[in-house]
C-alpha cells in the first residue's frame, strides 16, 4: 500500500465539499470534514463524522479522486457505519 504520511493526523484536501480527512490504517477508521461552506456558497456549520471498517484502498481512493465529494457519496457515504463527530457553527 502507498504510504499517504502522515495518518491520524487531519490531511487537506481540495474539494468544494470536504475540508480534511483522516485515517488509522490498523482500526480501518475514516474521518471526514466537510466544509463549512457549501458549493453554493451557503454557510453551514463545520461537520465531521467517522466511518468505521474502511479498507486502505478505499482511502487511497477518496485521496485520488477527481472529485472527492463524489467519491465520498458513492463510495463511502451509505456503505459504511458511521457515527456524526461534531457539528458546530466554526
Known sequence: MPQYAPFKTWIPVQSS??????YDPAEEILKVRFNP?????????VRSY?????????????????SKGQYHAKHIKWNY????LGYSDG
Open 17 to 22: 465539499n470536504l475540508e480534511a480527512v483522516w
Open 37 to 45: 461552506v457549501d458549493s453554493h456558497g451557503q454557510r453551514g456549520g
Open 50 to 66: 467517522a466511518y468505521s471498517m474502511v479498507p486502505p484502498t478505499v482511502f487511497l481512493g477518496l485521496l485520488d479522486a477527481g
Open 81 to 84: 457505519p458511521y457515527v456524526q
